[in-house]
């Protein structure tokens, strides 16, 4: 069983930053490869990042490219999520996942709320 936590969401304005961490639970972590997700106001579940478990590749929505960057520490069981020039349409809940056996993602987190105020 797999557990995460995301943390680091909070209110920001127009233009600022905010880093998102992920710790995972579980010896799984190294050998998964690990997603963020966020579900703005209304909307549906949309896919932000993907990180292999090398840390690279790493992919992208074209929404957040050249603005989010992921990343991973195994030793830390940890993914972030690094926001920059941040959007009022970047609001929502953002979750991250595992993709432990490369059939899809398997383990979620509870979220966390990000909004970016203009």
């Known amino acids: 069983q797999v557990q995460l936590v995301e943390s680091g969401g909070g209110l920001v304005q127009a233009g600022g930053s905010l880093r998102l961490s992920c710790a995972a639970s579980?010896?799984?972590?190294?050998?998964?490869?690990m997603g963020w997700f966020r579900q703005g106001p209304g909307k549906e579940r949309e896919f932000v990042a993907r990180i292999s478990r090398y840390g690279i590749p790493t992919s992208y929505a074209d929404s957040v490219k050249g603005r989010f960057t992921i990343s991973r520490d195994n030793a830390k069981n940890t993914v972030y999520l690094q926001m920059n020039s941040l959007k009022p349409e970047d609001t929502g809940v953002y979750y991250c996942?595992?993709?432990?056996?490369?059939?899809?993602?398997?383990?979620w987190g509870q979220g966390t709320q990000v909004t970016v105020s203009s």
């Open positions: 996942a595992t993709d432990s056996a490369g059939a899809g993602y398997d383990y």
């Open positions: 579980g010896r799984t972590f190294s050998r998964s490869a």
